[in-house]
């Protein structure tokens, strides 16, 4: 049941900071002028690529923020912080307003040889969101195996479901529109709200400040 309960909480919390839907709108109009076997192999070296980070950031970020002297209850409550921040841009945002990316940064990636790296692999999929939300959810297990496996496990999950959607993504763009990808993107800002939330309860019930 920890291993269930953890891994459902970290698949809606990396979808809601990685944002699969997202990625794999712009990733369309990235690659909109390559050949379908140059986006499929972009599409799987970005994924591997933010596979790596994420995976290092959730599994051995704590120890290295413990070796900077930083709490476990600081990293809750800043990670809830950050996460909150994220869920209420994705829930008020306009239509088109949510990207990762600033437009210095886009302009870069539509003149750039090769997008696998920058932008797609960071910052869109292993962005400062994501890696916090790796930290948290990696800190919450408290070294429990069954707990760290869910974490992992959602991960995999979201960054398994990023690949797909990113080597269809030419035709999921045009088949979802922008009135789903708005559903969907609020939705999951709601449920990454309240994770978010549990997030800085915890964290500051941990440094004394709540019964």
């Known amino acids: 049941m920890d291993f269930l309960n953890h891994a459902l909480t970290s698949f809606t919390t990396f979808f809601a900071t990685i944002g699969p839907v997202e990625a794999a709108v712009l990733y369309a109009g990235f690659t909109a002028g390559l ?5 499929r192999r972009l599409a799987i070296r970005a994924v591997f690529i933010a ?8 599994l051995f970020g704590r120890p290295l923020l413990a ?21 209420i841009d994705m829930i008020f945002s ?3 307003a949510r990207s990762k990316l600033t437009p210095k940064e886009g302009e870069e990636a539509l003149n750039k040889d090769d997008i696998a790296i920058f932008p797609m692999a960071t910052p869109l999929l292993a962005g400062p969101g ?4 790796g930290i ?13 496996a869910g974490v ?28 789903a990808q708005r559903v969907l993107m609020r939705v999951f800002g709601v449920l990454l709200a309240a994770i978010a939330v549990q997030s800085l309860f915890d964290g500051l019930k941990d440094a004394g400040f709540a019964g």
Do not use: C, W, Y
Request: glycine share 10%; net charge positive.
């Open 35 to 39: 050949a379908a076997n140059d986006r």
């Open 67 to 87: 070796q900077l002297g930083v709490s476990l209850a600081a990293l809750k409550t800043a990670g809830g912080a950050i996460l909150g921040l994220i869920a």
């Open 130 to 133: 994501a890696m916090s939300a």
């Open 51 to 58: 596979s790596l980070i994420l995976l290092v950031f959730t």
């Open 152 to 179: 992992v496990a959602g991960l995999a999950a979201v960054l398994g479901l990023t690949l797909v959607l990113l080597l269809v993504a030419p035709a999921m763009a045009q088949f979802l529109g922008v009135t």
């Open 94 to 96: 306009s239509p088109g």
């Open 136 to 148: 948290v959810l990696a800190a919450r297990a408290h070294g429990e195996f069954a707990q760290v």
